[in-house]
Each structure stands twice: as C-alpha cells, then as structure tokens.
C-alpha cells in the first residue's frame, strides 16, 4: 500500500452525546457521506444520524446464519459418514444411520459456528485488527473517545470536503475543538 | 428553607419507584471510567491481592502433585472401584459445568431480556464461566487416566489406526457440548472486552501496558460503525449461548438420564439439571461478588439491588430443583417399580442417608425459607453465608445422584460402597485452588466491571430529544 500523506480528516470533539448527535445530523443534512462518529459506548442514534443502517446491512447476521447452517450441516454429515461407511458398528442388529443420536452434536457445532462466524464476522467487516489508525494521531482522541468524550470525523475523501468550509462547518456546531487529522 | 417532616432519604433508593438503585448518584463517564481502569492500571497492587494469589496458587499447586501422582499410578489411587466408576470426577464436574452456568445466563440471558442491571456484574460472571470450564471439562479428561490417548477416542480425526468415535455415546455428546461452551465463551466474553481493552490502552501509562493492552484491543476506536456491528454481534452471540447454555447441562444429564440405573433414568432431568445448575452459579456469584465489591469498594457498581435481585433468582430457581426432588420421590411411588421404589427409600434412609438430608438442609430448607425476606437479601452478611451453604448442598445434590444409585443397583450382589482417597479430596480442593487463582489473575489485569456498558446506564448516556428536535434537523 502506498504511503498515504496530506489529511486524514477534520475532528471535532463534543461534551454530550446530544451535541454529538445534533452535529452528525446536521453535516449529513448538509451533504457530508464520508464521516463516523467515536464514542466510548453504542448510541443508536448517532448511526442514524450518519445514515448508517446496520439491519440493512445484513453482514454480522448473514455470516452467522451461514456459518451456523454449515457447522450444523459437517458435523451431521461427518457422523452420518463415519457411522455408516467409515466405521460401522453392529451391535445386535440395529440401524447404522441412527439420526436422533446425530442431531445432539450437529447442534452444538451449528451454534459454535455460528457463534465463531458472528464473533469474528464482525471484526472482519470492521476491518480489526487495525493497530494503527490516522485518528490515533490526533492529540485528543485517545484521551477522551474511549472514556467521555464525544467525536465526530469529517473525511476527507468526501467529495464535499474542503478544509476550509468544512472547518466552519463543525466549528457553527458547538464543539469543544476542531483539529486536523494527519494520516 | 425550613420544610418539615423530610425524613433524611436513603440516597441509594430511587425516589420515585422506591426501589434500590442500580448505580448509587453521581457517576460521570470520568469518574466510572477513572476508578474502574485505575483497579488495573495501578502501579499499586494491594498487598492483599499478593497474599490471596500465593495462597490460591499453593492450593492449585495441591491439584498439580494429585494430578501427576494419578498420571504416574493410574485411576487407582482414587477411591472409584466397582460399582462407583464414576465418583469424584464426575461429581465435580458436573458441579462445576453447572456453576459456569450462570455466568452465560447473566450475560446472555439477561441481555436478551434487557435486564440492564446485569451490566455491572456481568463480565466477572462470564469470567466466572470460563474458569469454572477450565475446572470441570479437566475432570472427564483425568478420568480417562492416560489423557494423552483420549484425543483418539473423544475427537473424530484421521488416525493411524483407522478407527472413529462413537457419536450414539452420551460421552462423546459431552465433548462437544462442554468444548463448544468453552469456547463460545471465550469469544464471548473477549468479545465484550474489546471497548474497555480499547480503553485501557488509551489509559494506560507504562510502554509494557499500553503494548500488550494496544495488541489485546485491536485497534479499537470506539466507530459507530464498528458499533452497530458489534451490538449486532453482541445480541447474536447471547442468543446463541442461551440455547447453549440450556443444551450444556441438559447434555450432561444425558449422561445419567440414558442409562437404566434407578434414579437416573427419569426425564425429568435435564431441566431439573440446568435449575439447579443456575441456583448454584448464583451462589457462586455472590460468593465472588460480596467479597470482591467490599475490597475494592465497588459498592456504588455492584449495588444491593444487584445482590437482592440474585437472592431472587436463587429462590425461584431453588424451588424448580425442590420440585426436582419431590418428583423423583413421586416418581419412585408411582412407577410402582420396587427398584425405584427402593432408591428413593436407600437415598433417605440407606448408608449414605446422611448425604441426601445435608442436600435437602442446605438446599431447600435454608435457603428457600429466609430468601423470601427482603431485609435478609439486603443483608450481605448473611447472602454470602447463604451463597456457601447452597454450593455444599448443590455439590451434595452430585453426591447422591451419583453415589447412592451406583452403589446399591439392581442385584445385590453387585452392591458396594464408597469411600473417596485422599487424592480425590486433593484434587477437588485444588480445583478449588485454580478456580481462586485465575481469579484473582483476572481481576488484576482485565477490567472486571464493563465500563462501555457501564456508561450506557448512567444518567450522561440519555440524549436529550427535545433539544435534538429543537435545534437539529435544520
């Protein structure tokens, strides 16, 4: 990957999470798509704000509902397999292929797939790991994003972007700071 | 300024519903954030912590010398002889899968049914979880005396010797019941960590720290986006574990309920199992939390509603295993089978009599007449002590079903006893011993309260929508 240089974004940093979500709105509104907001815990209404639906996305649940359906599936197949041609048991005559006794094991790797598959599904379409991020650089981000403060990261591959109106943009909104985020 | 009247008001009571709060007033996302990453952070380890670890770590060190001797001489030097092949091993583990259990309810369970107060408790139970596995899944496998040769016979792979598991076997249900709960588990409970890890390393002042807690958190950053999926995760792996969980302990009574012994072969117990199961890792939740929020005064996090609310769930799963008992009586009178009819008459009043009445003393007839007291499940003292006594009368409840059938079955001629060595007395404290240890590992070095979820139930966290509607949205 080339080095990338120049600008990573503009972050402001919030007090609330009310002026947070006041100003995600209003920079959508104003035509911004490239952002995300950093909070130190979920607000729902800060994805919304930013016209982020992550039910329509549909990624963590499609991965768990595949990944659980095809454990399931293995280990009911890989039983099937060794109880009837790998390793056959004859014992007084009864049925090879004694699915009831298969369906207990099937289901515990369809929920530990399933589990694995969402667990580790949603690091991979998060794109973690990732040790280094530009917004690390910032020199109030580590201190407040993951204890109490509340940011929000106009990019600058936005196509609106410019570092001078977006600037005036967030700085119209009420925040504690504005600070440009190098890569 | 004078008023009258105006009793002073307990500030942990909610003025509005009366009820105990769930985190005493005043916390800020700061001060949550602050006292909590200093417990780990701190350059200062209690001497306490030190002494508590030392004396843990000697009493696993017993479980080391118990478990070599027994690889060295074989399964003999335990007290399991015919008809008890299954003594300890399998009491302990049943005992402790069973203790894992609540961890997974209250972290999943609970999640699901949007009890937020789990919020405080809810990762030291799943670390709970964790090492109650570590403890109980190292019972089956010791059993097998030469472990080394297990992996052929509980895992199907590709040998040598062309040969395959037995997958009707309620032993092999085990291994993939209790590995796969091990190990959604682990993803479970690292998965919730990720934020706080997040934390940490933003926190944290030594290179060492801010490496190994940087590497552990992934380069989280707290993204909204990253967010929604992991809340999206979150809920998934809870509703995955909840049918787990149930299937865990079900699975294991799989164990005794396919086999034809009296006693054992009744359908009644898979849910009987996973109640009791449940009413025991509660008690194991208090016995951990009482101590733990008064040494490192995390009485503001872990609140007496949080204690009071297990009692509560202690009662009313205790009752479901008091039903469990008087079934099985019922059970033996109905079925007019004399077998029956004659273990439930030897669980009483045979030789190991003395076992089913500790069961039903600390089982039912402590816990399941005081717990109905409000003051005394408010009262700390005496829910630790009652968290204790449950456990014993729980590890007994393993006890009978196992020893009392086993040694007095069908034909008298087979009839024996049973007496456990000291070895097997040596390796359940040490489990004990290991239990304790990690521990007390775990709550030095990981966060042992959420802080992210912490955060959402403060009173910071609410986003004011009459000032969004006023201003935003222009």
């Given at each position: 990957m080339p080095v990338r240089e120049g600008i990573y974004g503009l972050l402001a940093e919030f007090n609330t999470p009310t002026e947070l979500v006041m100003a995600a709105k209003a920079s959508y509104n104003a035509g911004y798509r490239r952002m995300d907001c950093y909070t130190p815990y979920p607000i729902e209404e800060a994805a919304e704000a930013i016209g982020f639906d992550e039910p329509k996305e549909k990624g963590v649940a499609g991965v768990c509902l595949l990944g659980g359906i095809l454990g399931g599936l293995a280990m009911f197949m890989l039983e099937s397999w060794v109880s009837i041609w790998a390793y056959p048991l004859d014992i007084a005559g009864r049925g090879k292929f004694s699915w009831p006794a298969f369906v207990i094991p099937a289901y515990e790797w369809t929920i530990l797939w399933a589990g694995?598959?969402?667990?580790?599904?949603?690091?991979?379409?998060n794109r973690l790991p990732s040790p280094y991020h530009p917004l690390f650089n910032a020199p109030n981000f580590r201190n407040g994003a993951t204890s109490d403060k509340f940011f929000l990261c106009l990019e600058a591959d936005?196509?609106?972007?410019s570092i001078t109106e977006s600037r005036s943009l967030l700085?119209?909104?009420?925040?504690?700071?504005?600070?440009?985020?190098e890569h | 300024?004078?008023?009258?009247?105006?009793?002073?008001?307990?500030?942990?009571?909610?003025?509005?519903?009366?009820?105990?709060?769930?985190?005493?007033?005043?916390?800020?996302?700061?001060?949550?954030?602050e006292k909590l990453a200093r417990i780990v952070l701190t350059t200062h380890t209690p001497l306490a912590w030190f002494f508590g670890l030392a004396l843990a770590g000697s009493i696993a060190m017993m479980l080391m010398v118990a478990v070599t001797w027994l690889f060295l001489k074989g399964t003999g030097i335990w007290g399991i002889t015919m008809p008890v092949?299954?003594?300890?091993?399998?009491?302990?583990?049943v005992w402790w899968i069973g203790i894992g259990h609540a961890g997974t309810l209250i972290s999943a369970i609970l999640l699901l049914f949007k009890q937020k107060w789990r919020n405080s408790i809810n990762r030291f139970a799943e670390a709970m979880t964790l090492f109650a596995v570590v403890c109980a899944a190292m019972f089956p496998v010791i059993h097998t005396g030469r472990p080394w040769l297990a992996i052929y016979w509980l895992f199907p792979y590709p040998n040598t010797?062309?040969?395959?598991p037995q997958f009707r076997s309620p032993l092999m249900w085990d291994v993939f019941a209790v590995s796969t709960y091990a190990t959604i588990s682990v993803v479970f409970w690292y998965i919730g960590m990720i934020p706080d890890l997040g934390t940490l390393r933003d926190r944290a002042k030594s290179k060492f720290g801010?490496?190994?807690?940087?590497?552990?958190?992934?380069g989280w950053r707290g993204s909204t986006r990253h967010w929604m999926r992991y809340e999206t995760a979150s809920l998934l792996l809870a509703g995955l574990a909840t049918p787990l969980v149930l299937s865990v302990h079900t699975v294991i009574s799989f164990d005794f309920a396919v086999a034809i012994m009296p006693g054992w072969h009744t359908t009644i117990f898979p849910p009987y199992f996973v109640a009791g199961a449940i009413y025991s890792g509660f008690a194991m939740v208090l016995t951990l939390a009482i101590p733990i929020r008064k040494f490192y005064h995390l009485e503001d996090l872990i609140t007496i509603r949080h204690l009071d609310n297990c009692g509560k769930v202690m009662l009313a799963t205790g009752f479901i295993v008091a039903y469990g008992y008087m079934t099985d009586i019922a059970y033996a009178w109905y079925s007019a089978d004399k077998w029956e009819f004659f273990m439930a008459w030897n669980r009483m009043f045979g030789l190991m009599g003395w076992s089913y009445w500790i069961l039903i003393v600390s089982n039912i007839a402590i816990p399941l007449t005081t717990l109905w007291s409000r003051r005394l499940r408010q009262n700390v003292a005496f829910l630790f002590i009652v968290s204790l006594i449950v456990n014993t009368g729980m590890w007994f409840e393993r006890f009978v079903i196992v020893v009392?059938?086993?040694?007095?079955?069908?034909?008298p001629s087979s009839w024996g006893t049973y007496r456990a060595t000291r070895w097997d007395y040596m390796t359940f404290v040490g489990t004990l011993g290991l239990f304790t240890f990690l521990f007390f590992l775990f709550i030095r070095f990981l966060p042992m309260i959420p802080m992210s979820e912490i955060r959402q139930i403060l009173p910071g966290a609410k986003i004011d929508e009459a000032e969004l509607q006023h201003k935003g949205g222009d």
């Amino acid at each position: 990957m080339p080095v990338r240089e120049g600008i990573y974004g503009l972050l402001a940093e919030f007090n609330t999470p009310t002026e947070l979500v006041m100003a995600a709105k209003a920079s959508y509104n104003a035509g911004y798509r490239r952002m995300d907001c950093y909070t130190p815990y979920p607000i729902e209404e800060a994805a919304e704000a930013i016209g982020f639906d992550e039910p329509k996305e549909k990624g963590v649940a499609g991965v768990c509902l595949l990944g659980g359906i095809l454990g399931g599936l293995a280990m009911f197949m890989l039983e099937s397999w060794v109880s009837i041609w790998a390793y056959p048991l004859d014992i007084a005559g009864r049925g090879k292929f004694s699915w009831p006794a298969f369906v207990i094991p099937a289901y515990e790797w369809t929920i530990l797939w399933a589990g694995l598959s969402a667990g580790f599904g949603m690091l991979a379409l998060n794109r973690l790991p990732s040790p280094y991020h530009p917004l690390f650089n910032a020199p109030n981000f580590r201190n407040g994003a993951t204890s109490d403060k509340f940011f929000l990261c106009l990019e600058a591959d936005d196509p609106r972007f410019s570092i001078t109106e977006s600037r005036s943009l967030l700085e119209s909104l009420h925040p504690v700071s504005v600070v440009e985020v190098e890569h | 300024m004078a008023t009258k009247n105006i009793s002073p008001q307990d500030p942990m009571i909610d003025p509005e519903t009366g009820e105990q709060l769930v985190i005493a007033p005043g916390h800020t996302f700061r001060s949550v954030t602050e006292k909590l990453a200093r417990i780990v952070l701190t350059t200062h380890t209690p001497l306490a912590w030190f002494f508590g670890l030392a004396l843990a770590g000697s009493i696993a060190m017993m479980l080391m010398v118990a478990v070599t001797w027994l690889f060295l001489k074989g399964t003999g030097i335990w007290g399991i002889t015919m008809p008890v092949a299954w003594g300890f091993a399998i009491i302990n583990f049943v005992w402790w899968i069973g203790i894992g259990h609540a961890g997974t309810l209250i972290s999943a369970i609970l999640l699901l049914f949007k009890q937020k107060w789990r919020n405080s408790i809810n990762r030291f139970a799943e670390a709970m979880t964790l090492f109650a596995v570590v403890c109980a899944a190292m019972f089956p496998v010791i059993h097998t005396g030469r472990p080394w040769l297990a992996i052929y016979w509980l895992f199907p792979y590709p040998n040598t010797m062309n040969y395959w598991p037995q997958f009707r076997s309620p032993l092999m249900w085990d291994v993939f019941a209790v590995s796969t709960y091990a190990t959604i588990s682990v993803v479970f409970w690292y998965i919730g960590m990720i934020p706080d890890l997040g934390t940490l390393r933003d926190r944290a002042k030594s290179k060492f720290g801010r490496f190994i807690y940087g590497q552990m958190a992934l380069g989280w950053r707290g993204s909204t986006r990253h967010w929604m999926r992991y809340e999206t995760a979150s809920l998934l792996l809870a509703g995955l574990a909840t049918p787990l969980v149930l299937s865990v302990h079900t699975v294991i009574s799989f164990d005794f309920a396919v086999a034809i012994m009296p006693g054992w072969h009744t359908t009644i117990f898979p849910p009987y199992f996973v109640a009791g199961a449940i009413y025991s890792g509660f008690a194991m939740v208090l016995t951990l939390a009482i101590p733990i929020r008064k040494f490192y005064h995390l009485e503001d996090l872990i609140t007496i509603r949080h204690l009071d609310n297990c009692g509560k769930v202690m009662l009313a799963t205790g009752f479901i295993v008091a039903y469990g008992y008087m079934t099985d009586i019922a059970y033996a009178w109905y079925s007019a089978d004399k077998w029956e009819f004659f273990m439930a008459w030897n669980r009483m009043f045979g030789l190991m009599g003395w076992s089913y009445w500790i069961l039903i003393v600390s089982n039912i007839a402590i816990p399941l007449t005081t717990l109905w007291s409000r003051r005394l499940r408010q009262n700390v003292a005496f829910l630790f002590i009652v968290s204790l006594i449950v456990n014993t009368g729980m590890w007994f409840e393993r006890f009978v079903i196992v020893v009392t059938s086993l040694t007095r079955d069908y034909l008298p001629s087979s009839w024996g006893t049973y007496r456990a060595t000291r070895w097997d007395y040596m390796t359940f404290v040490g489990t004990l011993g290991l239990f304790t240890f990690l521990f007390f590992l775990f709550i030095r070095f990981l966060p042992m309260i959420p802080m992210s979820e912490i955060r959402q139930i403060l009173p910071g966290a609410k986003i004011d929508e009459a000032e969004l509607q006023h201003k935003g949205g222009d």
